[in-house]
């Protein structure tokens, strides 16, 4: 158990040589403060910052007509309790805008409608960052350049991410000035229960797509020590996601993580950084 434990802080200690002090301790509200307010709506965001978040993270799509607004599915049925289904691309602004995405969650949040890109950003305090996790592909990244551009916000408070490889590429390759982030969770082989992509996989993907970080699922089988030790060989920062259990949380700090995003941006940051939330 001694020896355990002596690992354990000897982890700890050479990570925060690699990270530096306070890297591995942002906490990211998870479309919002999710679990407390509807996810995606200014609700939310002003509940993260309200819970002392470090950061927000919300899901963007381009409208039919040009707009950038904040939805995480492909359609709105979800967050409109069955009473719209509609895909952002074939619709308007208008037809979005018109819709309840606060009712589902609970009463008091109704009225609360679909916002716009610029308007979560205008939540977003000087001392606070916003990573922007595009769900569309590519033929957002002019818009998105636009909106971003005029923002008051300095490029070090925001944080491009996605899943799909050729926006991080382009948004390296257009918007130079804004981190951009890899995202990419895991499967399992049922026959040989190995998981892809694999260490090689996402070293490649990272390398060809420019992308200044990682953004991994917290999956705990997959992200070891040896795992993160090589991505940091490669100067791609580290970034988790979604990690709701305190004791979870505190095994990505101690792995060093820049990033930690959360539904529950308060008891998180209680978790990792102590006293009260």
């Known amino acids: 158990m001694m020896r355990t434990f002596a690992y354990g802080l000897l982890v700890a200690a050479c990570w925060t040589g690699v990270v530096g002090i306070g890297e591995a ?3 990211v509200a998870h479309r919002g403060a999710s679990f407390d307010a509807p ?4 609700a939310a965001f002003q509940e993260a ?3 002392k978040a470090d950061a927000i993270e919300g899901d963007f799509y381009l409208t039919k007509d040009g707009h950038i607004v904040c939805l995480h599915d492909k359609t ?10 509609l895909n952002p691309a074939e619709s308007t602004l208008d037809q979005l805008r018109d ?4 009712s589902w969650k609970h009463e008091k949040y109704a009225g609360e409608r679909i916002p716009l890109l610029d308007e979560v950003l205008a939540t977003v305090p000087q001392s606070g960052k916003i990573l922007v996790e595009i769900k569309c592909g590519p033929e957002i990244i002019e818009p998105l350049r636009v909106v971003l551009e005029k923002s008051s916000l300095r490029p070090e408070q925001i944080v491009i991410i996605c899943f799909n490889e050729e926006v991080v590429k382009q948004a390296r390759e257009k918007m130079p000035q804004f981190k951009a982030n890899w995202l990419t969770s895991y ?7 190995m998981w892809s992509p694999n260490l090689d996989t996402v070293l490649e993907t990272l390398g060809k797509t420019g992308a200044t970080g990682w953004g991994t699922q917290g999956r705990d089988e997959v992200v070891t020590a040896e795992f993160v030790r090589e991505i940091r060989k490669a100067g791609i920062e580290c970034h988790v996601w979604t990690v709701d259990e305190p004791a979870q949380a505190k095994r990505y700090a101690t792995l060093g993580f820049d990033s930690i995003t959360t539904n529950k941006p308060a008891e998180i940051r209680k978790a990792v950084l102590g006293g009260t939330p």
Do not use: S
Request: hydrophobic letters at 25%.
């Open 99 to 102: 819709l309840d995405v606060g």
């Open 25 to 27: 301790q942002m906490i």
């Open 76 to 85: 709105t049925e979800r967050t409109t309790a069955g009473t719209a289904k």
């Open 187 to 193: 499967k399992q082989d049922k026959d040989t229960k």
């Open 39 to 42: 996810e995606n709506t200014l």
């Open 49 to 51: 910052w309200k819970q």
